[in-house]
């Protein structure tokens, strides 16, 4: 027998049996004319009439005496109406979200591990060309990049010179004669600090493009270039993020992978809600309640993934990065939407045929 999950008044329930449901309907609890349903198996959510299985009517759910005169004519249509996408948490979907599903009661949905890496798998062996290709950039950029500064940092670091008894130098084999001490490191910490901001960036950018291609929803190339308004707020949410875990770490192991744990969603949250650095941490503390462990398994698992594709001779790191990549932002869809998220939907379908 199906179990079901159901959105009444913006909020999304579950999950209940068939008899259950009808047992709401009755109650005024849940109305099969209007409220959505999902299960297992299904693309998408729809209302009770469009899923032959369910024999619930209006019958079973009458409109109190009063209230049908009280109704408007016709219900208006709008992105924010509840029953065309009902939201269960305390965090209204923006617009610009980047998905359209209703969100689960947080901690609701044990995370599956395996399903998001299956899905992750179909996803990058069909569409392996754009996610290689995107990758590849990634990469190019970061390693153009990292020249670049390396050599700046040479330059900027002076040279060895060997002793010249001629001139009477006191220079000897292995001392550095060009700028200071302090001026190197001076160099060295502004070339690491725009590393990691063009990180940052290209990170911020990928996985805009990562979660519009799995919510089924325009995604292209040039996206990895478009998230700079949220460069300064992931960068700092991005100092505070390592310096709890450090700070957790160097007490013990434990609560360093912990909050780790906890707040490693921060980013996809800025990403994808546009949130603020405490408002992205908050959220991020919301939607892996009860799923830590289950978030460890996948990392260790996706970790043993790439090590596999590096073993190949460093070639199958074509294929696992995206994957890997692709599985963790799944996970982070399934912890706000539940088996939903890992469905083929919109889009994807037809920009990418999958």
């Known amino acids: 027998m199906n179990s079901w999950f159901y959105a009444h008044s913006g909020e999304q329930k579950g999950p209940v049996s068939e008899e ?89 949905s044990p995370l599956g591990i395996t399903e998001c890496i299956d899905r992750a798998f179909t996803l990058t062996k069909k569409h ?63 070339t690491n600090l725009i590393s990691q901001v063009v990180s940052i960036f290209l990170t911020l950018g990928i996985t805009r493009f990562g979660l519009n291609f799995i919510s089924g929803k325009p995604a292209e190339i040039g996206m990895m270039f478009g998230e700079g308004s949220k460069l300064l707020r992931a960068f700092g949410a991005s100092i505070l993020y390592w310096l709890m875990v450090a700070a957790g770490s160097i007490l013990l192991i434990v609560p360093g992978v912990y909050l780790a744990l906890r707040f490693g969603q921060y980013q996809h949250a800025i990403v994808d809600r546009n949130m603020g650095v405490f408002e992205a941490f908050r959220y991020s503390s919301s939607i892996t309640q009860n799923n830590k462990m289950n978030l460890l398994g996948l990392g260790v698992l996706l970790f043993l993934i790439n090590v596999a594709g590096a073993v190949a001779l460093c070639v199958g790191l074509l294929f696992t990065v995206p994957l890997t990549w692709l599985a963790w932002l799944l996970a982070y869809r399934w912890l706000q939407h539940g088996p939903p998220a890992l469905q083929s939907r919109g889009l994807l379908k037809d920009q990418f045929g999958g």
């Open 128 to 190: 392996f060309g754009i996610l290689v290709a995107v990758w590849v950039i990634y990469f190019a950029i970061s390693f153009g990049l990292g020249m670049v500064l390396g050599v700046i940092e040479a330059f900027a670091g002076g040279g060895v010179n060997q002793p010249d008894f001629s001139s009477g130098s006191s220079t000897f084999p292995g001392q550095q004669t060009g700028p200071s001490t302090g001026g190197a490191l001076a160099v060295s910490a502004v």
């Open 20 to 108: 259950e449901l009808a047992r709401l309907a009755a109650s005024g609890d849940f109305n099969p004319t209007k409220d959505l349903v999902w299960s297992e198996g299904m693309a998408d959510w729809k209302k009770v009439a469009e899923v032959p299985e369910l024999n619930l009517t209006r019958s079973n759910n009458p409109t109190p005496p009063n209230e049908a005169a009280n109704q408007p004519a016709a219900r208006p249509t709008s992105s924010h109406d509840p029953y065309q996408a009902p939201v269960a948490s305390s965090y209204p979907t923006p617009e610009n979200s980047g998905d359209d599903l209703p969100e689960i009661e947080p901690g609701s």
